[in-house]
């Protein structure tokens, strides 16, 4: 059971815009910056989206992020068949015992 | 460029011991806050453990707390997770992790460099 919680899937077809919530609370989400990354299959996670909404370099315009409150969304607009891959939101968590905390992954299928 | 380059896993059984390695080159090291992140076949990401800079701060997950320990040497760019007492739940690949910014709390960071990972198998 993960801290931070994701759809464990979602589609799209090429050219639509998709969305990817992630829910956590007011130790993690609530009071600090969320990430995304982009994990393709059999590859390491790549940074994708950092300090809620900042895309670091390389990164296509077509990716953004949002939060409000307790929870942060991903969204990709024209969607592309190499977008296909697990998509993890992480942020900081300053509950008792202080740590990182991820969200279960969702996994975006192209139609 | 930037890499790490993680080594040291393999086959183990419950009870036993391991310890991780991740090569960094391409950047000052002695700056970077690094983590270890481990990913159990098919399923999301863990993260396992974090060390500052210098190596004073430390943080452990409640599920590696008293079996792992996390550790550096700037001198030789590396990164280390002594694994001990392994249970069969630890197998997973192991990443190794760069905060995107150095000096800043974790709070407000991310991780921007990861390694290829290191595949870790606890079984009898």
């Known amino acids: 059971q993960s801290v931070l919680t994701q759809p464990p899937s979602a589609s799209g077809t090429p050219g639509q815009r998709v969305t990817i919530s992630c829910s956590g609370s007011?130790?993690?989400?609530?009071?600090?910056?969320v990430n995304w990354y982009q994990q393709l299959p059999g590859t390491a996670p790549k940074l994708l989206i950092y300090?809620?909404?900042q895309r670091p370099s390389g990164v296509p315009d077509r990716f953004s992020g949002s939060k409000s409150g307790t929870s942060a969304s991903l969204a990709i607009s024209g969607l592309q068949s190499e977008d296909e891959a697990d998509y993890y939101c992480?942020?900081?968590?300053?509950?008792?015992?202080?740590?990182?905390?991820f969200g279960g992954g969702t996994k975006l299928t192209v139609l | 460029q930037v890499q790490l380059v993680e080594s040291g896993g393999g086959l183990v059984k419950p009870g036993g011991s391991l310890r991780l390695s991740c090569a960094a080159s391409?950047?000052?090291?002695?700056?970077?806050?690094m983590s270890w992140i481990r990913q159990a076949p098919g399923k999301g990401l863990e993260w396992v453990s974090y060390?500052?800079?210098?190596?004073?701060?430390?943080y452990y997950a409640d599920s590696v707390k008293g079996r792992f320990t996390i550790s550096r040497d700037n001198a030789k760019n590396s990164l280390y997770l002594q694994m001990n007492s392994l249970r069969a739940e630890d197998t997973a690949v192991y990443y190794c992790?760069?905060?995107?910014?150095?000096?800043?709390?974790?709070?407000?960071?991310?991780?921007?460099?990861w390694g290829q990972g290191t595949m870790v198998t606890v079984s009898s």
């Open positions: 060390i500052s800079s210098s190596g004073s701060t430390i």
């Open positions: 992790a760069r905060d995107l910014w150095f000096g800043v709390p974790p709070k407000e960071n991310a991780f921007d460099i």
């Open positions: 007011s130790s993690n989400i609530g009071s600090n910056t």
């Open positions: 391409g950047f000052t090291f002695s700056d970077y806050y």
């Open positions: 300090s809620n909404n």
């Open positions: 992480a942020a900081w968590d300053d509950s008792l015992n202080v740590s990182w905390v």
